[in-house]
């Protein structure tokens, strides 16, 4: 990514070098410009761009991107929610995840979940009954809109979600018994086998992502790093759920959010001989 990113900055501070600040300076990148020339890190007059510089701004603007635009923190919180209410997923958890490191000379790969069909089905099961964005293809609308169908007119600033995920995902004609937490739902018992590009695949039964012109772009990075997230809290800690009775997740406006007043208790794990190693 940097790669890519890093000769746009560039090209971005020797523009900037030769023309005078623009008030319209609306994109982040600029106003990140901006303010290194203002603090005296970067000099209109220099030739030399530092390449340390260079690389800071570009971690900063892809942990600034990470931050805002994806939901991490919000499915790495679902996925724990899930697990830590129930424990009994714990241990085959860790064990095929412990084979795949095995198999990946310890590396966390992207490889390493074509080797984790529990921990794929169980991130899926996650994701099926609660898609950070229940409401999917939003749109607030600039000018008035009416719906026969309703037989309503919606005025300029209403927010309209195209794609119930939620609610397709809760089908009973999409899925069996669509309402409880099967964590292995997506393990086909025939081969064992989880079809991992199917996370990642919109269809109309499919939807975490939206599907069609607004699919998400960053699904696949998404998913992975969430999942990298939490197996390294599920291999290396331990905590459970018992005794709270507030909703874990809250709905509001199209969306479903981890109930931030949930307060967990949180300990290293102990290893012992049926869970295996702490994580490497
Ligand atoms: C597991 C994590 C993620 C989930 C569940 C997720 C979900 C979604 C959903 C549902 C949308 C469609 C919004 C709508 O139109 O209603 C979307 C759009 C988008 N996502 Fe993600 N996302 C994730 C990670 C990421 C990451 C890591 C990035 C980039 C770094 C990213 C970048 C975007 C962008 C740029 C759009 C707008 C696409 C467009 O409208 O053309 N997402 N995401």
New binding site residues.
């Given amino acids: 990514m940097k790669q890519i990113i890093i000769p746009e900055i560039r090209r971005r501070i020797e523009q900037k070098k030769i023309s005078e600040k623009q008030d319209q300076d609306i994109f982040y990148l600029d106003v990140m410009i901006e303010l290194a020339m203002k603090d005296g890190y970067l000099s209109r007059d220099n030739q030399d761009i530092d390449e340390h510089f260079l690389d800071k701004i570009a971690n900063h603007l892809?942990f600034i991107?990470?931050e805002m635009?994806?939901?991490?923190w919000?499915?790495a919180s679902m996925l724990l929610f899930e697990l830590w209410s129930r424990p009994e997923y714990a241990t085959p958890l860790r064990k095929e995840l412990e084979s795949a490191l095995e198999l990946t000379g310890g590396q966390w790969s992207f490889d390493l979940f074509k080797q984790t069909p529990k921990f794929e089905s169980f991130t899926k099961e996650t994701?099926r009954l609660n898609?950070?964005?229940a409401?999917?293809?939003?749109?607030q609308l600039l000018k008035p809109l009416t719906l026969q169908s309703f037989a309503h007119t919606f005025n300029p600033g209403a927010k309209i979600?195209?794609?119930p995920?939620r609610w397709a995902q809760r089908d009973p004609d999409n899925y069996r018994d669509p309402n409880t937490f099967d964590g292995y739902r997506f393990v086909d018992p025939a081969t064992g086998t989880c079809d991992i590009s199917g996370t990642i695949t919109p269809t109309e039964k499919w939807?975490?992502?939206?599907i069609g012109?607004?699919?998400?772009?960053?699904?696949l990075?998404?998913?992975r790093?969430?999942q990298v997230m939490f197996a390294k809290i599920l291999y290396g800690y331990d905590a459970n759920l018992d005794g709270i009775d507030a909703a874990f997740f809250l709905h509001y406006d199209g969306v479903t959010w981890p109930n931030p007043e949930i307060t967990v208790l949180v300990r290293t794990r102990q290893a012992d001989e049926n869970d295996g190693p702490l994580c490497p």
């Avoid at 409401?135 to 749109?139: A, D, N, P, Q, W």
């Avoid at 939807?207 to 939206?210: G, K």
Wanted: charged share 5%; aromatic share 8%.
């Fill in positions: 892809l991107c990470h635009i994806s939901p991490f919000m499915v994701l898609p950070p964005s409401l999917t293809s939003g749109r979600g195209f794609m995920a939807l975490p992502f939206a012109a607004s699919t998400c772009p960053g699904r990075a998404g998913t790093i969430t």
